[in-house]
T-cell receptor, first 114, second 116 residues
Framework: TQLLEQSPQFLSIQEGENLTVYCNSSSVFSSLQWYRQEPGEGPVLLVTVVTGGEVKKLKRLTFQFGDARKDSSLHITAAQPGDTGLYLCAGVLAGGTSYGKLTFGQGTILTVHP | SAVISQKPSRDICQRGTSLTIQCQVDSQVTMMFWYRQQPGQSLTLIATANQGSEATYESGFVIDKFPISRPNLTFSTLTVSNMSPEDSSIYLC?????????????FGQGTRLTVV
């Protein structure tokens, strides 16, 4: 059973297009994070959201945490080839006792064509 | 933040042999984790490396196959024992740095293992 359902798994778009990646769960998370990973490297943290309804912006990237803290989305405006990579959502289950233990979504491979 | 050095970065190994992966952190951290990842896919947690005690393994992973050492707060090793081609994967170490709700994770660059 996948606790965090991430979609879509693959996204191939042209430079300048907008896109949204979704991360959904039936469980409540105390916090949720988004990572980006390039080939040959480990995942790099982009943002952490902790409050239901929270919206954070990082240049052309907008992250949103659902009101019930069960879902999140990543929206990229005017995508660029440099945005290409594997995007991963990950969260800490609310009420969990395992310090620092993250649950990951399946990942979204984004390819932005020039 | 934390800087994590992981080595080797890649290796090709014969089936039946073992490989030890090292993870060095530039500062003391409480929690270290070992993950496995197929290229282009998500991460699967193998175990939590506990300093001074035995590692805590996730379902499907056992100590005999993936022994872990954690001699101090800056270093850990993961051994992949008696390897088979199914063990071919990327292995990543991770630390959790005190931050927002203690969830900000930093990763090494990974070890790409190919078993032939």
């Amino acid at each position: 059973t996948q606790l965090l359902e991430q979609s879509p798994q693959f996204l191939s778009i042209q430079e300048g297009e907008n896109l949204t990646v979704y991360c959904n769960s039936s469980s409540v998370f105390s916090s949720l994070q988004w990572y980006r990973q390039e080939p040959g490297e480990g995942p790099v943290l982009l943002v952490t959201v902790v409050t239901g309804g929270e919206v954070k912006k990082l240049k052309r990237l907008t992250f949103q945490f659902g009101d019930a803290r069960k879902d999140s989305s990543l929206h990229i405006t005017a995508a660029q080839p440099g945005d290409t990579g594997l995007y991963l959502c990950a969260g800490v289950l609310a009420g969990g006792t395992s310090y620092g233990k993250l649950t990951f979504g399946q990942g979204t491979i984004l390819t932005v064509h020039p | 933040s934390a800087v994590i050095s992981q080595k080797p970065s890649r290796d090709i190994c014969q089936r039946g042999t073992s490989l030890t992966i090292q993870c060095q952190v530039d500062s003391q951290v409480t929690m270290m984790f070992w993950y496995r990842q197929q290229p282009g896919q998500s991460l699967t947690l193998i175990a939590t490396a506990n300093q001074g005690s035995e590692a805590t393994y996730e379902s499907g992973f056992v100590i005999d196959k993936f022994p872990i050492s954690r001699p101090n707060l800056t270093f850990s090793t993961l051994t992949v024992s008696n390897m088979s081609p199914e063990d071919s994967s990327i292995y990543l170490c991770s630390v959790v740095w005190p931050g927002i709700k203690n969830t900000e994770a930093f990763f090494g660059q990974g070890t790409r293992l190919t078993v032939v």
